[in-house]
């Protein structure tokens, strides 16, 4: 069975241009995580999906970032415009309640540098 | 707002030493699970525990959730340069599926 799979591993920008972020998570897992991950630190939420809908996005910056799953599958986040600050890595995480348990299942991350 | 703190931060051991991380909170959780993450690769979940007192044993790792579940440790028996990797603790909340992660304990084990 395949992972998450995330793309770009890696994206070098400079501060003010758009980026994106593609996420498939793991198929017939309906819940989908985005979150941000400083170096050496855990990985915090930005935003949560049970299927389509966003059920928890009150750590999203709402004023530069953005994401969709609009078919309750594959999510993209998006930041416009990126900032210094922004350099991190990205990582995107699904799960299912049906496992009776509510293990996440991470992809690779996207390292984001802005220069 | 709820606060995941682990201790130590970063630790360097030699292969064989055992050791203990720590993860500590004010808040209760109704679970908390905790991960080790390699780099370059997402976290990769080791053990849920749910139980105040429960302990688990896996292989030479040993996670304990404290009675009043508000915090955790993770022992580690005659760590291995395998064991090398940033591990990471995280509680849910009563009723929720969102878990908050801790700060994080880079751990190296020197052969």
């Known amino acids: 069975e395949a992972g998450v799979v995330q793309s770009p591993r890696y994206k070098i920008i400079e501060k003010k241009q758009p980026v994106a972020f593609w996420c498939n998570p793991i198929?017939?897992?309906?819940?989908l995580y985005w979150y941000l991950q400083n170096l050496g630190q855990g990985p915090e939420l930005l935003i949560r999906?049970?299927?389509?809908?966003?059920?928890?996005d009150s750590q999203l910056p709402k004023d530069r970032f953005s994401a969709e799953r609009l078919k309750g599958v594959d999510s993209t986040l998006k930041i416009q415009p990126a900032e210094l600050g922004d350099s991190a890595v990205y990582l995107c995480a699904s799960s299912s309640r049906t496992s009776g348990g509510n293990e996440q299942f991470f992809g690779p991350g996207t390292r984001l540098t802005v220069l | 707002t709820q606060l995941l703190e682990q201790s130590p931060q970063f630790l360097s051991i030699q292969e064989g030493e055992n050791l203990t991380v720590y993860c500590n909170s004010s808040s209760v959780f109704s679970s908390l699970q905790w991960y080790r993450q390699e780099p370059g690769e997402g976290p990769v979940l080791l053990v849920t525990v749910v139980t105040g007192g429960e302990v688990k044993k896996l292989k030479r790792l040993t996670f304990q959730f404290g009675d009043a579940r508000k915090d955790s440790s993770l022992h580690i028996t005659a760590a291995q340069p395998g064991d090398t990797g940033l591990y990471l603790c995280?509680?849910?909340?009563?009723?929720?599926?969102?878990?908050?992660f801790g700060t994080g304990t880079r751990l190296k084990v020197l052969a």
């Open positions: 198929s017939g897992h309906n819940t």
């Open positions: 999906y049970e299927n389509e809908e966003a059920v928890d």
């Open positions: 995280a509680g849910a909340s009563s009723g929720t599926y969102k878990y908050i």
